[in-house]
């Protein structure tokens, strides 16, 4: 399979600059509040995806067509931001990491309901495995407790999930671009509430900072949700673009290692090696079986 035509090479951008994501959010909340840093991310977002739909002429969505990109704005950048935010203000970083590696499994049930796509039990197998590292990496040397903030996560993680599957549908019809950028601007317009604050934080923050967003809003943002989406488009289902976000959680503390100095624990370490070998098993597990059964027919 030619590497231009395989989801595997978008959905992995993806997942890196969400990774990335983590360590530079840490970091630019020391001088912006969540909801401000919210907005700006996203309005820097904007303002890159126009320039490129200019200067690549992109085409506007059909009327029919339009409130699905609104709805995914709404959803996937507005109201998944606020959920996500609010639960972080009580909620450790490790149990937040928990309730979002849901989101491949949520996405899996609600695609099996709604577009009728099938796993087989290898693949839920993998799910099982990868969600154990998960658990392995965050809570190893941690404590899980309950509050309010759970609630306001498991909303994120419903919220991304349907996200997830909004650009199942859109790419159906859109380039994974174009799924993005127009998401992106219905989103920015809703995040406007939050401007007059942002106005306010954005006059004391210093050089640095802005640096921090300019990498979120460009990279996380416009050129990770575009390559996102154009995952789904190439997919076959949608399982296996959200499965790739069980791997956040690894790599965001190996580069919480390279760029804040946070080294990675044995926990890192041996919940990342149990992710990854559920990555493998739900993209090869099927493919190594049926070779082995090939070869046990030939003997």
Not at 212 to 230: D, E, M, R
Not at 251 to 262: C, F, I, N
Request: glycine share 6%; proline share 3%.
């Amino acid at each position: 399979m030619k590497i231009k035509d395989s989801f595997h090479t978008y959905a992995i951008i993806t997942i890196i600059f969400w990774s990335l994501a983590n360590v530079l959010t840490r970091l630019s909340l020391h001088y912006f509040s969540a909801f401000s840093l919210g907005f700006f991310r996203y309005l820097i977002a904007s303002c890159a995806l126009i320039v490129f739909a200019i200067v690549t002429k992109m085409k506007v969505p059909k009327k029919a067509d339009i409130k699905w990109f609104v709805i995914a704005g709404f959803v996937g950048f507005f109201l998944y931001m606020i959920a996500f935010n609010k639960g972080c203000e009580t909620v450790s970083s490790s149990t937040s990491s928990v309730m979002l590696a849901t989101v491949p499994v949520i996405t899996s049930l609600l695609s099996r309901f709604i577009y009728k796509e099938k796993l087989n039990v290898i693949k839920w197998a993998a799910i099982a495995v990868e969600f154990s590292g998960v658990i392995v990496l965050t809570l190893m040397e941690g404590v899980f407790t309950f509050n309010p903030g759970l609630l306001w996560l498991f909303g994120a993680a419903m919220l991304l999930s349907v996200y997830n599957l909004l650009q199942r549908k859109i790419t159906k019809k859109y380039s994974g671009l174009q799924a993005s950028t127009f998401g992106i601007f219905s989103g920015t317009i809703m995040l406007a509430i939050f401007l007059p604050t942002t106005i306010k934080q954005v006059q004391t923050a210093p050089p640095i900072a802005f640096v921090y967003v300019a990498v979120l809003g460009v990279f996380t943002s416009a050129v990770a949700y575009a390559a996102w989406s154009q995952a789904f488009k190439k997919a076959k289902n949608a399982a296996s673009v959200s499965n790739y976000m069980f791997v956040t959680p690894f790599l965001a503390s190996l580069m919480g290692y390279l760029l804040a100095g946070e080294k990675p624990d044995s926990a890192t370490l041996i919940g990342g090696g149990i992710i990854l070998l559920g990555l493998f098993a739900f993209n090869f597990g099927e493919r190594i079986l049926k070779h082995k059964e090939i070869e046990t027919v030939g003997e």
